[in-house]
């Protein structure tokens, strides 16, 4: 992928020039640096503008240069964020590199060349605070420390991948940053609230941990750092949190996906204010950055919830379940129940979801754990025991006569595959 770096010619765009220089050299990928005249002020100075910013250029290409780096330049004319964006798709980029805005910014940049760049740019872009992190990494002295904002998206997917790819290249520190809500993380997975408001149970950060290791286990790669997890209680703006708890790391980069949302939409967006607040350097990689056709990875399924009622039709769904798991991964065996007959019975319950469990379920490593779920509405406690589980694919049976009618068949799977924001498997039974 090539490289793009946009500058003016100040200090923190030599800064920027330098880390682009460092990211391209150790990529081993081509780097173009360009410079962006506005129109009026080219109709208005003409050529002599022209030939000053091409002198001004090539004095940089020389200087990065002697860094390692293959460098190609361009003077482009117009609205600088349109001008980049369309020499960005023309030239295949898979990264832009530029400064961010100063403290001088009106509003800290907001509305200025680098938030229009975020919104419009389909390939990542880094926003470069200080370059000697990224020299150091270059030349291999240390492993770059990045944070990566973490929760269910698709951005975040696409930040994971550009990280996943980044690794490649080098030792990098991962921490992953999780900015939670305790009374939405409680409704989400389930779990009963405790009395005072903002307390956090064991139970709940027990889940929120296993969620957050779940989701950045792509990362995890031999030769390299184990991925650190933080979790942070936040109220209000999550990039306040994210960017506080990146500066408390000491991280030296802030990866963050975003939706690349505009006017209101960007009151809540993350990728937005971490680029205007954050001290640190920040990577905002957009949707449309995300892996695709032959570069997407094949998953890897860890772990499965497979519910029964104890019908011949739900339990065909238990052994379809394990054959899903690959060595050392976890099988949830589930009953749902109404209280409280359910809890009165668990015992007698937890005995019956057993003797269902095939032969070999525990063989090569494979771990299980029957639960007693309770509630009167069986696809929502479904649903929040996947969460809290924080399972990769729901497994249940069906058919269409008796047995499942009410439960597990019909509207309840039927809800569960509507509402469900992960893979679901439904075992039909063959043709009589």
């Known amino acids: 992928m090539t490289i793009l770096c946009a500058t003016h010619f100040s200090d923190a765009a030599q800064r920027a020039a330098t880390a682009a220089a460092e990211f391209a050299r150790r990529l081993d990928e081509p780097l173009f640096l360009v410079h962006v005249l506005p129109g009026d002020l080219t109709r208005a100075f003409g050529q002599t503008l022209k030939d000053t910013a091409s002198a001004a250029l090539l004095d940089e290409v020389r200087r990065l240069e002697q860094l390692g780096a293959r460098v190609s330049h361009q003077v482009l004319t117009g609205e600088p964020a349109e001008e980049l964006s369309r020499f960005a798709e023309e030239k295949g980029a898979g990264l832009v590199v530029t400064a961010g805005p100063t403290s001088a910014s009106p509003f800290l940049g907001l509305g200025g060349t680098v938030d229009r760049l975020a919104t419009a740019l389909p390939v990542p872009l880094l926003v470069v605070r200080e370059d000697g992190a990224f020299s150091e990494w270059a030349k291999g002295t240390r492993p770059l420390k990045v944070m990566l904002g973490v929760d269910r998206s698709l ?11 980044l690794r490649k290249y080098g030792a990098v520190e991962v921490v992953a940053g999780r900015i939670y809500w305790p009374h939405e993380e409680y409704q989400r997975m389930g779990l009963p609230h405790p009395q005072a408001f903002q307390d956090v149970s064991p139970e709940l950060r027990r889940s929120l941990e296993q ?7 792509p990362l995890e790669a031999q030769g390299q750092p184990r991925v650190k997890v933080r979790l942070e209680l936040g109220v209000g703006r999550i990039a306040d949190h994210l960017v506080a708890l990146a500066a408390d790391e000491k991280v030296d980069m802030l990866v963050v996906g975003t939706h690349q949302r505009r006017a209101l939409g960007k009151l809540w967006s993350v990728s937005h204010h971490a680029l205007r607040l954050a001290k640190m350097s920040v990577v905002s990689v957009p949707v ?59 015992r ?3 005995k019956r979801l057993h003797q269902l469990l095939p032969r070999d379920a525990d063989g090569h490593g494979r771990k299980v754990q029957v639960e007693v779920l309770t509630g009167q509405d069986v696809a929502t406690t479904l649903l929040k025991a996947a969460e809290r589980f924080s399972v990769d694919v729901l497994c249940l049976g069906t058919h269409g006569r008796g047995g499942l009618k009410q439960t597990l068949m019909g509207s309840v799977t039927k809800e569960v595959m509507s509402r469900a924001d992960r893979p679901v498997l439904v075992v039909r039974p063959p043709e009589a």
């Open 211 to 217: 969620e957050v290791s779940t989701l950045v286990s």
């Open 348 to 350: 007698e319950l937890r």
């Open 155 to 165: 951005p975040f997917e696409a930040a994971r991948g550009w990280l996943q790819n």
């Open 288 to 346: 449309t950055a995300a892996a695709r056709g032959p570069e997407v990875p094949i998953p890897a399924l860890r772990s499965v919830l497979v519910a029964t009622d104890f019908s011949d039709a739900a339990n065909r769904a238990i052994p379809y379940a394990f054959s899903l798991l690959p060595e050392g991964g976890t099988a949830y065996v589930v009953f749902v129940g109404e209280p409280p007959q359910a809890m009165e019975n668990e």
